[in-house]
């Protein structure tokens, strides 16, 4: 029992202790109609995904592995901002259980003093421009220790029991995300990105820096000047030369 005080979000919920991934399962369910609202959540997740084909480390009991099937009635390119909505519920849900305040790198990455401690993947479901569906997988690292991190991800990743040095209700964290999601999204429907994106860039870390955008194609190195309506990352090169970035890997270059 999460004690949930939503009206739709998380009202149907699919809870399972081991999975390949939670987005599958919720792809799934989509596919067959479940209602708007509808979680899937795993105690551990064998396979989990991430963003640019990565895996996501999902160990048993210690964090939330969480997809949230939404059904809003948008155009396709406008989907990339419920992402950015996404970022800013959790962010204000750790905000709201925790003494911690998270950053947001763009687009989706939620860091504590540099390192990541929240993922978020969004899948989409779409006929032509009428999206069917939307997926949205939200990884939170809440009670690992650092030891319970691979090597390779101990200089990165971070959970919120390390930063905090207290362990954390799971249910209390799931509960509060989905509550700032349900009242964000009802936001988003009535009246539009823009207060979602102030939001957003309360909490963005990488605005007015210099990044690194590693693309498909390219690496562009820039100023972030901001984002759009449409939640696309602006870098302005050092010839004035301003670049949309849709899709990247973000880093923040050394001097
Ligand atoms: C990222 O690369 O930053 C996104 C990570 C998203 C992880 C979550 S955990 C729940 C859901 N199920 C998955 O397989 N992935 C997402």
Same mark, same amino acid.
């Given at each position: 029992?999460?004690?949930?005080?939503?009206?739709?979000?998380?009202?149907?919920?699919?809870?399972?202790?081991?999975?390949?991934?939670?987005?599958?399962?919720?792809?799934?369910?989509?596919?067959?109609?479940?209602?708007?609202?509808?979680?899937?959540?795993?105690e551990e997740q064998t396979l989990g995904k991430g963003r640019l084909s990565r895996n996501w480390h999902s160990p048993k009991f210690t964090g939330i592995w969480m997809s949230l099937i939404?059904?809003?009635?948008?155009?396709?390119?406008?989907?990339?901002?419920?992402?950015?909505?996404?970022? @800013?519920? %959790?962010? =204000?849900?750790?905000? &709201?259980?925790?003494?911690?305040?998270?950053? $947001?790198?763009?687009?989706?990455?939620?860091?504590?003093?540099?390192?990541?401690?929240t993922g978020i993947l969004t899948e989409l479901q779409a006929e032509s421009d009428r999206i069917h569906s939307?997926?949205?997988?939200?990884? @939170?690292? %809440?009670? =690992?220790?650092?030891? &319970?991190?691979p090597k390779e991800l101990?200089? $990165?990743a971070t959970s919120l029991f390390i930063e905090s040095g207290v362990s954390i209700s799971r249910a209390a964290l799931?509960?509060?995300?989905l509550r700032n999601m349900e009242k964000l999204y009802h936001t988003y429907l009535q009246h539009g990105f823009s207060p979602v994106k102030l939001l957003w860039e309360s909490?963005?870390?990488?605005?007015?820096?210099e990044?690194?955008?590693?693309?498909?194609?390219?690496?562009?190195?820039?100023?972030?000047?901001?984002?759009?309506?449409?939640?696309?990352l602006l870098l302005e090169d050092k010839t004035g030369k301003v670049h949309p970035i849709y899709s990247?890997?973000?880093?923040?270059?050394?001097?």
């Open positions: 029992q999460i004690g949930l005080q939503t009206t739709a979000f998380g009202q149907n919920i699919h809870y399972e202790e081991s999975v390949d991934s939670t987005q599958k399962i919720a792809n799934r369910l989509a596919n067959e109609d479940a209602a708007e609202g509808t979680i899937v959540i795993a939404l059904r809003p009635n948008i155009p396709f390119h406008e989907a990339p901002q419920l992402t950015l909505l996404a970022a @800013v519920a %959790v962010a =204000q849900a750790i905000e &709201d259980v925790t003494e911690l305040t998270p950053e $947001i790198k763009w687009p989706n990455d939620l860091l504590i003093k540099g390192k990541k401690v939307v997926i949205i997988g939200i990884g @939170v690292n %809440v009670n =690992q220790k650092l030891s &319970d991190f101990q200089d $990165i799931i509960q509060q995300i909490y963005a870390v990488s605005l007015g820096k990044l690194k955008a590693t693309t498909v194609n390219e690496t562009i190195i820039g100023k972030a000047l901001g984002i759009t309506d449409s939640g696309v990247a890997d973000i880093t923040i270059p050394r001097k």
